[in-house]
């Protein structure tokens, strides 16, 4: 494991001005903060390599029919569907193995396509046009969110959501001891306002119909 430079400053992945500042180590892993969007991030070098990433979702259990997991997507998918007409096509960014989210939208008759790098990899969804995009526990696992996030934009048409859930870091002290941060394939840690920082210099408006959901809507 390489040892960062603790007095350096770093470009943020989620922004990219360079301006990360050393901010915590916890087993053997370090951390720095943006300070300008106040993302959190792990030290570039200690990132995980695609074989645990994979080995690591391959013990996700995301079943549509079991109740209590439909009630922890629908915090997202409730907001958003109170803002789409009747049939619009959306598509499911980082469906993981069992794309149960798809499916619930499926049901309220919108057509849903599924990308999903290790489960789902057909890169032919990716030049399609969409009226919106869901990303559910999905963000925290970008190695390089700057990129994802202006990738997600160009897939939007002009006043179409992107509905993003991700557990939001709210307090440093407990930083150390959050579930959240103790999975090694989460990376990259949102604040609300990281969010409203994206909002603002990529022509999104943003809001928070949820503790740990954020819809933005592409401008035109």
């Not at 300008?36 to 391959?58: D, G, I, K, M, N």
């Not at 997507?73 to 069992?98: K, S």
């Not at 919106?132 to 700057?146: D, L, W």
Request: charged letters at 25%; proline letters at 7%; glycine letters at 8%.
């Amino acid at each position: 494991m390489t040892t960062p430079a603790r007095d350096l400053w770093l470009a943020c992945p989620v922004c990219e001005v360079v301006a990360g500042q050393y901010f915590l180590e916890v087993e053997h892993r370090d951390y720095w903060r943006c300070g300008e969007c106040l993302a959190t991030f792990v030290e570039p070098s200690q990132r995980p390599s695609a074989e645990l990433e994979r080995t690591h979702y391959r013990l996700h259990r995301n079943d549509v029919n079991d109740g209590e997991y439909r009630k922890f997507l629908n915090q997202l998918a409730a907001p958003l569907l109170r803002n789409l007409a009747p049939g619009q096509r959306g598509l499911d960014y980082g469906c993981g193995p069992g794309p149960a989210l798809a499916e619930m939208l499926r049901e309220r008759g919108h057509p849903v396509a599924l990308f999903d790098p290790c489960f789902h990899p057909d890169r032919a969804v990716l030049g399609d046009i969409y009226d919106f995009i869901t990303c559910t526990e999905v963000a925290e696992h970008f190695h390089r969110p700057a990129e994802e996030f202006r990738t997600l934009r160009g897939l939007l048409r002009p006043g179409g959501w992107l509905a993003v859930m991700t557990s939001f870091q709210a307090n440093d002290v407990a930083f150390a001891t959050w579930h959240y941060r103790r999975d090694p394939t989460h990376v990259v840690f949102y604040r609300e306002a990281t969010f409203r920082y994206l909002a603002r210099h990529q022509g999104w408006t943003c809001e928070f119909p949820g503790g740990n959901v954020a819809l933005l809507r592409k401008q035109g």
